[in-house]
């Protein structure tokens, strides 16, 4: 069973900063990338950051030059690095990974969704 954790959400003021973590577990053989998803009510889910467990990282516009997203393959876990918050990055977070698992009949590609952290941006 695989299962991913994330952590690092809050409340923090404009202007401030929070590092989001979500490590993966389980029976993993190989984690093709891993990503940052946020939804808040009443809207689609987005992405947020993208990162192949090579490194090259993708970033919604939004965030560009605030946030920067990292991978350490060897603890299977993921980091978002948010700086210069401001009110509309209030959401809730999520996990995503792109991973290969060991399964009693072999490996298994498929995609894994973290439970989500919540982050609130407010004066």
């Known amino acids: 069973q695989v299962q991913l954790v994330e952590s690092g959400g809050g409340l923090v003021q404009p202007g401030g900063s929070l590092r989001l973590s979500c490590t993966a577990s389980?029976?993993?053989?190989?984690?093709?990338?891993m990503g940052w998803f946020r939804q808040g009510p009443g809207n689609e889910r987005e992405l947020v950051a993208t990162?192949?467990?090579?490194?090259?990282?993708n970033y919604a516009d939004s965030v560009k030059g605030r946030f920067t997203i990292s991978i350490d393959n060897a603890k299977n876990t993921m980091y978002l690095q948010m700086d210069n918050l401001n009110p509309e990055d209030t959401d809730v977070y999520y996990c995503?990974?792109?991973?290969?698992?060991?399964?009693?009949?072999?490996?298994?590609?498929?995609?894994?969704w973290g439970q989500g952290t919540r982050v609130s941006v407010s004066a």
């Open positions: 990162i192949t467990s090579g490194g090259a990282a």
């Open positions: 389980g029976s993993i053989f190989k984690i093709n990338g």
């Open positions: 995503n990974a792109d991973l290969i698992s060991r399964t009693a009949t072999g490996p298994l590609l498929d995609d894994y």
